[in-house]
């Protein structure tokens, strides 16, 4: 008499179980949002050929901003990638691993990871201005108004 107990309880509650199955109205969307640059970017960190430089040098009033309208601009410039303001485009805008800035003469493509740190947007940006043997690591955090 237990066994069918047992086996009657097993039986109701998989169909209970069964009715906890997740619907398609209970799909979660996984899909990647485009990523939005846009906005003054100031350097936090420099690294060259991996040793850090940031202290050696003063970095504070460079900004690089990225405009809505898709160009971008200068302030305080130092050596980077392309000399004149353009404008700039991702390589794909949900997965996005590279910047182009395109000037008046030239596209060039920059490599860049878009990391989350301490609850904040990093554009970490890996060029080689003037010397190809010298590989920079700019690391900026946008500046918040």
Same mark, same amino acid.
């Given at each position: 008499?237990k066994?069918?107990?047992?086996?009657?309880?097993?039986?109701?509650v998989?169909v209970?179980?069964?009715a906890?199955?997740?619907?398609?109205?209970?799909?979660?969307?996984?899909s990647e949002?485009e990523?939005?640059?846009?906005?003054?970017? +100031?350097?936090?960190?420099?690294l060259?050929?991996?040793e850090d430089? %940031?202290?050696?040098v003063?970095f504070t009033?460079f900004?690089?901003n990225?405009? +809505?309208?898709?160009?971008?601009n200068?302030e305080?410039?130092?050596?980077f990638?392309?000399?004149?303001?353009?404008i700039f485009y991702?390589?794909?805008p949900?997965f996005?691993?590279?910047?182009?800035f395109?000037t008046?003469?030239? %596209?060039v493509?920059?490599e860049f %990871?878009y990391p989350?740190?301490?609850?904040?947007?990093?554009?970490?940006?890996?060029?080689?201005?003037g010397?190809?043997?010298?590989?920079y690591?700019?690391t900026?955090?946008?500046?918040?108004?």
């Amino acid at each position: 008499m237990k066994k069918h107990f047992f086996k009657l309880l097993f039986a109701i509650v998989l169909v209970f179980a069964g009715a906890c199955s997740p619907t398609q109205d209970d799909e979660i969307d996984f899909s990647e949002p485009e990523k939005d640059i846009t906005g003054s970017w +100031e350097l936090n960190q420099v690294l060259r050929n991996g040793e850090d430089i %940031t202290s050696l040098v003063d970095f504070t009033q460079f900004r690089i901003n990225f405009l +809505e309208d898709g160009t971008y601009n200068f302030e305080n410039y130092i050596p980077f990638a392309v000399k004149e303001p353009g404008i700039f485009y991702l390589d794909d805008p949900q997965f996005a691993f590279q910047i182009n800035f395109q000037t008046s003469s030239e %596209t060039v493509p920059v490599e860049f %990871t878009y990391p989350i740190v301490d609850g904040k947007r990093q554009l970490q940006l890996k060029l080689s201005p003037g010397c190809n043997q010298n590989k920079y690591v700019y690391t900026l955090n946008r500046i918040e108004d």
